[in-house]
């Protein structure tokens, strides 16, 4: 009796189980599968929202592959703040603590923050949270406690970051660093930091400082702890990874700062953003860090495979469809394609598509409901989006051993 009543509970868990991925897209492992995170933008740079699969076109080398699946902010975010603080960045750092609680609330209840300083070292201050609260807490501590006063290693903090977003980033989700920086410094080893973000499944952010030019020009009083204009001379010790070393500030509140004659190097932060496939912006921009946060998680998630005779180590290219063009005429895109194909194979194809006009070549799109818009009101009232893992509200991807 046991054994019977044990084989009818297995076969109705089996049955529940199966009922709910009834609509779960299944791809076994000899088929290179993949995921696409692309970022549209309108002409003022914002992103769209509303396209639908049938918006989009997938191909290699001129040849159409099937697109099985697209959602938009259906995947959970792991984000990690890198804040400078180095002598000159407490007000920059001050700004995007202030404007932290608008940008957070673009994140999802499932989004994780997690927030990292440097000078010439690097120190976690806090591990990744849901809890945004504590996230805005935490950020103030960083403005009241950090001296602002060590060297700066922009390339050494990167590769940090890197390495911890892969370590301590969850799976099958995205994975952002955010830097805050005046890019001050000796320039960075390109090839290797993006080396890491691609192993990390990174996209880099960067919310752009300006450089304290110095000195004083007015005869007003000084703020406290001014900025050196540049770096000690020479620059930094040639073979330390393009620290500066010295303090940025002059240690006499009150005194002008020290010229050295010689301006400060560009570590080239946005460069690397550009080249990971996210972006750079003004940290005095008004709604800069609100943005940054919405390039990060306004993204789609396009879902494929390729037809059996395409190359999996190839790359592809996506576009809008000639109706979506026609709809969205200076629509720009910005992805980065993301294998789930079980074979470790990282292309890390990094692809920018810029505004053009329809071509009229792709098959027409059913329009959209009488009534609806594609593109989010930007009016509405904000507050942090429903969590991605709510019923309905992501598609997944089971990929199976081959037979």
């Known amino acids: 009796m046991r054994l019977l009543l044990r084989c009818w509970l297995v076969l109705a868990v089996s049955l529940l189980h199966g009922a709910g991925e009834e609509n779960t897209p299944v791809f076994r492992s000899d088929v290179a599968v993949g995921r696409i995170d692309v970022l549209v933008l309108d002409g003022s740079r914002r992103p769209i929202s509303g396209l639908l699969k049938d918006d989009f076109v997938l191909r290699q080398d001129g040849k159409p592959i099937p697109i099985r699946e697209v959602g938009y902010e259906d995947l959970p975010v792991d984000v990690l703040l890198l804040l400078d603080v180095s002598g000159s960045m407490r007000v920059h750092v001050q700004k995007v603590a202030s404007a932290s609680h608008e940008a957070l609330a673009v994140l999802g209840n499932q989004d994780r923050v997690s927030i990292m300083v440097f000078d010439t070292r690097t120190r976690v201050r806090l591990p990744f949270r849901q809890d945004l609260t504590d996230v805005e807490r935490?950020?103030?501590?960083?403005?009241?406690?950090?001296?602002?006063?060590?060297?700066?290693?922009?390339?050494?903090?990167?590769?940090?970051?890197?390495?911890?977003?892969?370590?301590?980033?969850?799976?099958?989700?995205?994975?952002?660093?955010?830097?805050?920086?005046?890019?001050?410094?000796?320039?960075?080893?390109?090839p290797r930091v993006l080396s890491a973000l691609d192993k990390a499944d990174a996209v880099l952010m960067v919310l752009l400082a300006p450089a304290w030019a110095g000195p004083y020009s007015s005869g007003g009083p000084a703020p406290r702890q001014p900025p050196l204009s540049s770096p000690w001379p020479g620059g930094g010790i040639p073979g330390l990874g393009g620290v500066i070393f010295g303090p940025r500030r002059i240690p006499a509140p009150g005194a002008p700062p020290v010229a050295t004659g010689k301006r400060?190097?560009?570590?080239?932060?946005?460069?690397?953003?550009?080249?990971?496939?996210?972006?750079?912006?003004?940290?005095?921009?008004?709604?800069?860090?609100?943005?940054?946060?919405?390039r990060i998680r306004k993204r789609y998630a396009i879902y494929f495979h390729l037809p059996e005779g395409m190359d999996p180590s190839r790359g592809v290219e996506l576009d809008?469809?000639?109706?979506?063009?026609?709809?969205?005429?200076?629509?720009?895109?910005?992805?980065?394609?993301?294998?789930?194909?079980?074979?470790?194979?990282?292309?890390?194809?990094?692809?920018?598509?810029?505004?053009?006009?329809?071509?009229?070549?792709?098959?027409?799109?059913?329009?959209?409901?009488?009534?609806?818009?594609?593109?989010?009101?930007?009016?509405?009232?904000?507050?942090?989006?429903?969590?991605?893992?709510?019923?309905?509200?992501?598609?997944?991807?089971?990929?199976?051993?081959?037979?």
């Open 138 to 190: 935490r950020l103030d501590e960083v403005v009241r406690h950090e001296g602002f006063n060590g060297g700066t290693d922009i390339n050494r903090a990167l590769l940090d970051a890197a390495a911890y977003i892969e370590r301590e980033g969850r799976r099958q989700t995205r994975h952002a660093i955010v830097i805050v920086t005046d890019d001050q410094a000796l320039p960075c080893n390109q």
């Open 320 to 403: 809008l469809t000639g109706a979506a063009r026609r709809r969205h005429p200076d629509a720009s895109l910005q992805y980065r394609q993301i294998p789930l194909a079980n074979n470790g194979a990282r292309p890390g194809l990094i692809s920018r598509v810029p505004a053009h006009p329809a071509t009229g070549r792709d098959s027409e799109p059913p329009e959209t409901a009488a009534g609806t818009s594609s593109v989010e009101d930007s009016s509405a009232p904000r507050r942090r989006r429903p969590g991605v893992s709510d019923p309905g509200s992501a598609p997944h991807i089971i990929i199976v051993p081959s037979q």
């Open 264 to 294: 400060e190097a560009h570590a080239g932060a946005p460069e690397i953003a550009r080249a990971s496939g996210g972006d750079s912006l003004s940290v005095n921009d008004a709604y800069a860090v609100e943005e940054t946060f919405e």
